[in-house]
């Protein structure tokens, strides 16, 4: 029986008819684009507009004119959209706006939810 010497290396060369190669497919590899949240504030009947435009302004870098619009507009509708983010940068930002709520002792919620494409 054949046996190989552990001190030798055996160096095989494939068979030049290509006899038991393996041929790897090559796959196209498509990434898909980082989903995206928006945080969406919610209208309650005691939270202070002048409050919501401030956390508007400071949260979501509005200026006066469009934080007061969009204040209006969750007023009015009862929900309205704050910003797009990505995943993290959305739930800090509920987070950010919630603690502010908490602190100021306001009851006003926000929530994160993905965007629909
Ligand atoms: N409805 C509130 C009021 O009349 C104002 C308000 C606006 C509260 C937006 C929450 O997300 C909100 N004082």
Request: charged share 20%.
């Amino acid at each position: 029986m054949a046996t190989n010497n552990p001190s030798k290396p055996v160096i095989s060369t494939p068979p030049a008819d290509g006899a038991g190669s393996v041929v790897l497919e090559r796959l196209t590899q498509r990434v898909q684009p980082p989903s995206m949240y928006q945080v969406v504030m919610l209208n309650d009947d005691y939270t202070p507009m002048e409050f919501v435009v401030v956390v508007l302004q400071e949260f979501f870098s509005k200026d006066l004119e469009a934080a007061t619009q969009i204040m209006l507009k969750i007023h009015l509708d009862g929900r309205g959209v704050c910003g797009v983010y990505s995943k993290d940068i959305a739930a800090t930002k509920v987070d950010q706006v919630l603690e502010a709520a908490h602190k100021a002792g306001h009851p006003l919620q926000c929530v994160c939810e993905p965007v629909d494409l």
